[in-house]
């Protein structure tokens, strides 16, 4: 079955230092997401990405944070700055289509840790 | 804006006893509903997702829920737990304001299974 993949499992940085998180999204999907999760709190949309432009984002996702689809497979997030508070979980997302009732698929995520 | 309220940050059942974990949500339009569960160190996994028609959803590893407009919730019921069901669960509502469509998730469940 299809999944999405994200690379690395784990990222320790410093705080200051950039950071790029990387996704596979399912290869027929054109709809991409990342989500976040901080320990112990909800899962939190951050930007949604179609036709190499952002289609959404959140207050989070401040100009600390930007988007990009290099090629054909990945999908990245970059982290300009690192905060302490940006430690968390990232997810990856992607949908086959924008429609309220698609499924999205998740990455098994990126646990970010800032020191 | 739409949301989601999940009741109970941990529940524990013991193995073979029903398991309930309620999800109540907020939506001005007809609201497009989905349980997720997150495994230890893995990603968000779809059990099951409502959209229109039935409003009694069934899905994998035995769970189902029921939209009940009424009372505005999307409970998630299996009627006999078992260890491998310990994990945390999620309840979510697709939400849009650009036409894009997001998650909005609730604090999640963690469901532990005794013994």
């Known amino acids: 079955e299809p999944e999405v993949t994200q690379t690395p499992s784990h990222q320790v940085t410093q705080m200051g230092q950039e950071v790029i998180l990387r996704c596979v999204p399912i290869s027929n999907h054109l709809y991409f997401y990342w989500y976040r999760q901080i320990l112990g709190q909800k899962v939190e949309f951050l930007v949604s990405?179609?036709?190499?432009?952002?289609?959404?984002k959140s207050e989070i996702f401040d100009d600390q944070f930007s988007v990009e689809r290099p090629d054909g497979s990945n999908f990245t997030l970059k982290i300009r700055s690192t905060k302490l508070e940006d430690s968390a979980m990232y997810f990856c997302?992607?949908?086959?289509?924008?429609?309220?009732?698609?499924?999205?698929?998740f990455g098994p995520g990126t646990r970010l840790t800032v020191l | 804006a739409q949301s989601v309220t999940q009741l109970g940050s941990h529940v524990s059942v013991s193995e073979g006893a029903l398991v309930l974990l309620r999800c109540n949500y907020s939506?001005?339009?007809?609201?497009?509903l989905f349980w997720y569960v997150q495994y230890p160190n893995q990603g968000l996994q779809l059990l099951l997702k409502?959209?229109?028609?039935?409003?009694l959803v069934k899905g994998i590893n035995g769970f189902e829920a029921e939209f009940k407009k009424s009372e505005t919730s999307f409970h998630l019921t299996k009627p006999s737990a078992h260890m491998s069901d310990a994990a945390e669960y999620f309840c979510?509502?697709?939400?849009?304001?650009?036409?894009?469509?997001?998650?909005?998730f609730g604090t999640g469940t963690r469901l532990k299974v005794l013994a």
């Open positions: 990405f179609y036709n190499n432009e952002i289609s959404e």
């Open positions: 979510a509502v697709s939400a849009t304001t650009s036409g894009t469509y997001k998650y909005i």
């Open positions: 997302a992607s949908s086959g289509s924008r429609a309220s009732t698609d499924t999205q698929y």
């Open positions: 409502y959209t229109t028609g039935a409003t």
């Open positions: 939506s001005s339009v007809p609201p497009y």
